[in-house]
């Protein structure tokens, strides 16, 4: 079907990018309190992307996970915790807002790469981290003045781009090991702990088909991305992934009015902007040195 890895990367990670950008508009629709949209959210889909691990790997990939010590287990946690977040974040702010936030996880990478690995940051990405910041901060200022959105659902947002940017940081000391099931076991645990917290049939049973095509979806981006990225640079995950930033808020706009306000579309367009031509060179530069494929 695909005459190079690069078309299968490019593919398969563009599939990935797409599933994930209605997500914040489900938990719009879903009628029901927002850790108990988490709950179902988190369950089914850490349960499907188990199931999906133990099909391509068998149980073997769930037990190389905690083999890999501290930043497999770590890995576990912050993906269910910073999974709950969203959810959160969404529920307390806009969704521009969020996604806007999300986007700057790249810039945390490069702080936490500086701090835990040693590595320098590039001229490119300190120019990046100086753009980014001006525009998170006009998000900020722009949460005051519009009632759709909130500085604590920011703050709820930034703390997934932070966590889960601390995260890929740490499973960088173990690359060889197929974190996909990592996925399942944090989403999954992160149900099994809510559960106690909420009361997950109260979502209206005409409203369940919402659900598991909520879960459906993000199980899908889930499978899609952790294919994809292995057979291109690590650029070119990162523009495609901006997508979502950009197509969630207009889908969210298109379908319930959603106005996220001129502050969060100005500042938004400030930390896409940075974050689009940083990658783009990024690209450039990784294109003049070849990448052998990955064996199949």
């Not at 989403?187 to 809510?194: D, I, N, P, S, T």
Request: charged share 10%; aromatic share 12%.
């Amino acid at each position: 079907m695909f005459k190079t890895d690069q078309a299968k990367g490019l593919f398969l990670t563009t599939l990935g990018a797409l599933t994930i950008v209605p997500d914040s508009l489900f938990v719009r629709l879903i009628q029901a309190d927002g850790l108990v949209v988490a709950f179902w959210r988190a369950i089914l889909v850490g349960a499907g992307v188990m199931l999906f691990s133990l099909l391509m790997k068998g149980p073997d990939a769930f037990k190389a996970v905690f083999r890999a010590g501290f930043p497999g287990v770590f890995y576990i946690f912050v993906v269910g915790l910073s999974g709950v977040m969203f959810i959160v974040a969404v529920s307390l702010t806009s969704v521009a807002n969020v996604v806007f936030i999300i986007a700057t996880m790249p810039v945390f990478a490069a702080v936490f790469s500086r701090i835990i690995l040693g590595e320098a940051i590039s001229g490119r990405m300190m120019i990046t981290i100086m753009a980014v910041f001006p525009g998170l901060a006009i998000i900020a200022y722009g949460s005051g003045q519009n009632e759709s959105t909130s500085f604590a659902g920011d703050l709820a947002a930034l703390s997934v781009s932070m966590l889960y940017a601390l995260a890929l940081t740490m499973i960088r000391k173990v690359k060889a090991v197929f974190m996909v099931p990592a996925v399942g076991m944090g989403y999954f645990g992160a149900g099994v702990v809510l559960y106690f917290f909420t009361d997950p049939f109260s979502v209206p049973l005409n409203q369940s088909w919402l659900v598991l095509l909520h879960a459906a979806f993000i199980a899908a981006s889930a499978t899609f991305m952790a294919l994809g990225p292995r057979y291109i640079p690590s650029a070119e995950v990162a523009l495609l992934i901006l997508l979502e930033s950009v197509l969630a808020p207009i889908l969210v706009w298109a379908v319930v009015g959603e106005d996220p306000g001129a502050w969060t579309l100005v500042g938004g367009a400030v930390v896409l902007s940075a974050l689009g031509i940083s990658n783009y060179l990024a690209l450039r530069a990784a294109r003049r040195r070849p990448v052998p494929p990955l064996p199949h």
